[in-house]
């Protein structure tokens, strides 16, 4: 019979960083991270975010600064969210929105990649994503879908690099797809929310972005964004924007939610991009704050554990942290 060695040790392969580093099975990269920008029309000053430590709303000046030093810490892609002063039902204003873009791409041009969320939560009077009935009890979906790929279209005229849609309305990806490439922006990429799940955990961005729904009609964003009861309608919805031509599927909230980036991994070949959220962000910031956690140790841990779980790219309000920390991290 065979001789057994007991015990049968793993740890040689934990004795020391050296061999901790060698056998890693997941590696980091601050090449794989995208920063949120926040840009508020109806302010004169930058503003924190009540929870985002580190985290400002910008003016449509101060908002070049932010990126210079951004990209001297190694991060250059971002996604956008601009908030503009008007609240309205319909016939938005996206100059606000193209204004900045084109402002970014004349100061910074090819040194950053400009994804810009496209949503219409921060345009409207009742905060929802999309256009309202006349009582406000439903979400009209093909009035949605169309008002969103006219803004795309700006948004790629004005120079973005990528259209994020976030309102998570059906057709919308073939849509702004049809409309690009219409005009001849075939080269701008697709990341489509496609997976986003209805979730407590937008608190602090709703504040950032004054988007928190508030009608009597409908109360939340439930009939349009995803029961965090079904994982398959996650994987559909997913699969669906893929054939509509999205490039880059997301998956959102992402730390709560790493089984639906490990399944959804499973049924695709598109990049995966996991965006831990801004409530997912503060918690880690609120623990840190009391001293409960190391924080650059917290949050290298999640980016760890969603790029095992499947992430390809991660949005996170640290992105410009991510070169300095994962650099000198100790494992
Ligand atoms: C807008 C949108 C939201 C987020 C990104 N785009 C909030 C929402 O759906 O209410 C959340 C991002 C975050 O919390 O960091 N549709």
């Given at each position: 019979m065979e001789k057994l060695f007991y015990p049968i040790t793993q740890r040689r392969l934990r004795?020391?960083?050296?061999?901790?580093?060698?056998?890693?099975?997941?590696?980091l990269s601050h090449k794989s991270f995208i920063q949120p920008l926040f840009v508020d029309e109806a302010i004169n000053e930058s503003r924190v975010v009540n929870g985002l430590k580190d985290v400002e709303v910008d003016t449509s000046s101060t908002i070049l600064n932010t990126i210079e030093k951004s990209i001297k810490t190694g991060a250059t892609k971002f996604l956008l969210f601009p908030v503009p002063a008007k609240k309205k039902e319909n016939n938005f204003d996206f100059s606000f929105a193209t204004s900045v873009i084109r402002s970014i791409k004349e100061n910074f041009g090819e040194a950053v990649w400009i994804a810009s969320d496209l949503c219409l939560c921060s345009y409207t009077s009742h905060g929802h994503c999309g256009i309202l009935n006349d009582d406000?009890?439903?979400?009209?979906?093909?009035?949605?879908?169309?008002?969103?790929?006219?803004?795309?279209?700006?948004?790629?005229?004005?120079?973005a690099d990528c259209i994020a849609p976030s309102d998570m309305t059906d057709g919308r990806i073939a849509a702004i797809r049809t409309s690009l490439d219409a005009l001849g922006y075939d080269t701008i990429?697709?990341?489509?929310?496609?997976a986003k799940f209805s979730s407590q955990f937008y608190g602090p961005f709703r504040d950032a972005c004054?988007?928190?729904?508030?009608?009597?009609?409908?109360?939340?964003?439930?009939?349009?964004?995803?029961?965090?009861?079904?994982?398959?309608?996650?994987i559909a919805s997913s699969l669906r924007d893929e054939k509509e031509g999205a490039d880059i599927l997301m998956v959102k909230p992402s730390a709560l939610y790493m089984d639906v980036i490990a399944k959804l991994k499973q049924h695709t070949l598109k990049p995966i991009a996991a965006y831990?959220?801004?409530?997912?962000y503060a918690a880690i910031e609120a623990l840190a704050e009391k001293g409960l956690v190391n924080r650059e140790a917290a949050h290298l841990e999640v980016w760890t554990a969603l790029t095992r779980a499947g992430a390809d790219i991660i949005i996170s309000y640290a992105a410009k942290n991510a070169k300095e920390w994962i650099d000198k991290m100790g494992y």
């Open positions: 004795a020391d960083t050296h061999i901790r580093e060698l056998t890693a099975s997941v590696k406000h009890s439903k979400l009209i979906n093909h009035k949605t879908v169309d008002v969103l790929s006219k803004y795309a279209t700006q948004l790629a005229i004005a120079g990429s697709i990341m489509s929310y496609s004054h988007s928190a729904p508030n009608t009597n009609g409908l109360k939340n964003r439930k009939t349009y964004q995803l029961s965090p009861l079904n994982i398959n309608d996650a831990h959220v801004s409530g997912e």
